[in-house]
């Protein structure tokens, strides 16, 4: 062993996306611009999540978002990073932001797609050096371009999703996503600032042996899940929890495992918000062979009645989730 490193740096995202741009029903080419937007700007995030400890941009921003948590100040540098990119393109008309109180009007009737976007996910991560996230739904509009968005262009459920995907932000940045036909995971190369093709069709394994869960809600949750959860460790499972819900589903899709975010006996429907942190991860879990439910309903089936919805979710591993679902029934 020379101790050398190869690195595969061969097939770029622009490059990928451009090629797979045919398969598309609609060949535009606005949906692949929006993936490049999106892209472009989990650079320039990435590039402020790295030097997070130098710069005067971690700690709170004095100020608490909608679901009433402190916002971070990276978390509002994100937000305006990945808005501002999707409001430059001209191809989306409506954002929905975990950052953001209500629906965001382009004002842009002639954009077709709608996106929903968790633009840092993890922010309890974010002063500590720990993994951290964006997650984004790409939706099309249902109303014809030319008049005003309305609710059904939004609040639409995640099978209608025409591409999602994420961004970690980890020991490298990684870009996994998908158009509905498998997923695919870049890696970034921040030299050449380009994300290079390093995971082709994502498969996740379809049993594990990580278990997902934040352990501490336990006393509050049903159970039937800690059942299921002795199962798993007498089957020999390993406890793994980040608490960034995309480094925690990624290691899970890469390894085999089960991601938990139950209904607690104060939060009734668990702590996941279904528009822009679920719904992007239930795609791309079932894209590669995985799973995702809220217990009851296939996570994508879910029709949301509101833009901060929040819901129940067991992810992952698709004979590992069936198991949860079993262990549900008692
Ligand atoms: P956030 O949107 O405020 O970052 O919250 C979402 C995060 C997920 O990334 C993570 O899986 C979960 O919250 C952790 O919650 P908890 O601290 O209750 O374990
Ligand atoms: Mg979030």
């Known amino acids: 062993d020379s101790g ?16 797979k ?9 606005e949906l692949s611009q929006i993936l490049r937007d999106i892209a472009l700007a989990s650079k320039i995030v990435s590039r402020e999540i790295s030097r997070a400890g130098l710069s005067d941009v971690t700690g709170a921003f004095g100020q608490t978002n909608v679901q009433g948590e402190e916002q971070q100040k990276l978390d509002v540098v994100a937000n305006v990073r990945f808005t501002r990119a999707l409001t430059k393109g001209g191809e989306v008309c409506a954002v929905v932001s975990e950052e953001e109180d209500l629906v965001i009007d382009l004002e842009n009737s002639k954009g077709k797609y709608v996106v929903a976007i968790d633009p840092l996910d993890g922010s309890s991560n974010i002063d500590v ?19 005003p968005i309305q609710e059904q262009d939004v609040l639409q459920k995640g099978s209608d999703q025409v591409a999602a995907g994420y961004v970690l932000y980890g020991s490298s940045t990684m870009l996994v996503y998908s158009t509905g036909n498998g997923a695919n995971g870049f890696t970034y190369e921040r030299s050449l600032g380009e994300f290079f093709l390093s995971h082709p069709q994502m498969q996740m394994p379809v049993d594990g042996v990580i278990y997902t869960i934040n352990e501490g809600l336990t006393p509050h949750i049903n159970p039937n899940i800690l059942s299921y ?49 679920a719904n992007a991860l239930a795609f791309i879990a079932e894209q590669v ?20 919805q929040r819901t129940p979710i067991y992810i992952g591993s698709k004979n590992m989730v069936a198991g949860l679902e079993k262990a549900l029934l008692g």
């Open 289 to 308: 062979g995985g799973a995702a439910t809220n217990g009851t309903e296939r996570i994508l089936d879910i029709v949301p009645q509101s833009l901060h």
């Open 229 to 277: 959860l002795e199962g798993c460790k007498r089957k020999g499972a390993t406890a793994r929890y980040i608490g960034s819900l995309v480094a925690d589903f990624h290691r899970n899709l890469l390894k085999g495992g089960i991601y938990l975010y139950p209904p607690t006996s104060q939060a009734p429907n668990g702590k996941i918000r279904l528009m822009y942190e």
């Open 129 to 147: 050096n720990v993994s951290i996230g964006t997650i984004f739904s790409i939706y099309r509009r249902k109303t014809p371009t030319g008049s």
């Open 4 to 19: 050398k490193l190869t690195y595969k740096v061969g097939v770029t995202l622009d490059r990928f996306i451009k090629s």
């Open 21 to 29: 741009q045919q398969d598309f029903p609609y060949a535009t080419g």
